[in-house]
């Protein structure tokens, strides 16, 4: 059974989310503080984390930055707070999805459903060893699910990575956001494409030697992106 940690210092929510995700057969665990989300988090397995960004003691930020410097489950940020820089700053930090409160709990595990359906399909132990794509410096290990460019070894979230993969395995095509978006997160793009934009420029910084002047990534002005080789 897959289990789910619940980091909400709200118990009413915290509760409503564990009894609809527990009716679709997952095991879930609540915590109701940022310091003890973190430590649950970090000592014990779980293969998502529901994650709040205003906690009691350290915040959602800090939460989910030192959640990726240990592991690469998804991460689906959540949070009454609408601007757009708190979901780019929390994109960036490496969650996996922002969602906005208030919002209905069967969206929520839809979208929990999605992101480990990809995330199991992807490092599943049915892929092939040795699957390697290389293009110009960079090489990216499907298996291992590693990034070297230039020979050295580039850290990469779980979302960074596939959609990274996605775009290799598919050179000079171009994408739409709302493409990628479909295609990375297997979920229709309802408005919030920025994940794809915050996400591209994330992976740029870390394989581009100009991320100003991309010539891995390219874009395609008002169409979307293309991985050129």
């Known amino acids: 059974m897959s289990r789910i940690l619940i980091i ?3 118990e009413a929510i915290a509760e409503l989310e564990k009894d609809y995700l527990e009716l679709s057969g997952f095991e879930v665990t609540i915590s109701n503080t940022g310091d003890g989300g973190l430590q649950t988090a970090l000592a014990e397995d779980f293969d998502l984390i529901v ?3 205003m906690l009691p003691g350290i915040d959602g930020f800090e939460i989910c930055k030192l959640i990726r410097e240990e592991k690469n489950i998804p991460i689906i940020m959540v949070s009454a707070k609408k601007d757009d820089i708190d979901k780019i700053r929390g994109l960036g930090l490496g969650a ?4 906005t409160k208030p919002f209905s709990p069967s969206e929520l595990v839809a979208r929990v459903k999605a992101h480990m359906a990809r995330y199991d399909r992807l490092v599943g132990s049915n892929q092939k060893n040795n699957d390697i794509i290389e293009i110009r410096g ?3 290990d499907k298996t291992a699910r590693r990034v070297m460019v230039d020979g050295v070894e580039k850290a990469f979230t779980g979302k ?3 959609l990274l993969t996605f775009l290799a395995e598919n050179p000079n095509h171009v994408y739409t956001k709302e493409e990628l978006f479909r295609e990375i ?4 793009s309802i408005g919030d494409i920025a994940t794809v934009t915050v996400h591209i420029k994330k992976i740029r910084e870390k394989i581009e030697y100009d991320s100003a002047k ?3 990534i390219e874009t395609i002005w008002g169409v979307g992106y293309r991985f050129k080789v």
Do not use: A, S, T, V
């Not at 996996?96 to 969602?99: A, C, F, G, V």
């Not at 997160?185 to 229709?188: G, L, P």
């Open 8 to 10: 909400e210092d709200e």
């Open 51 to 53: 994650l709040d960004l």
């Open 96 to 99: 996996d999805d922002y969602m």
């Open 138 to 140: 960079i090489r990216i």
């Open 160 to 162: 960074e990575f596939d």
């Open 185 to 188: 997160w297997d979920m229709d």
């Open 214 to 216: 991309p010539q891995y």
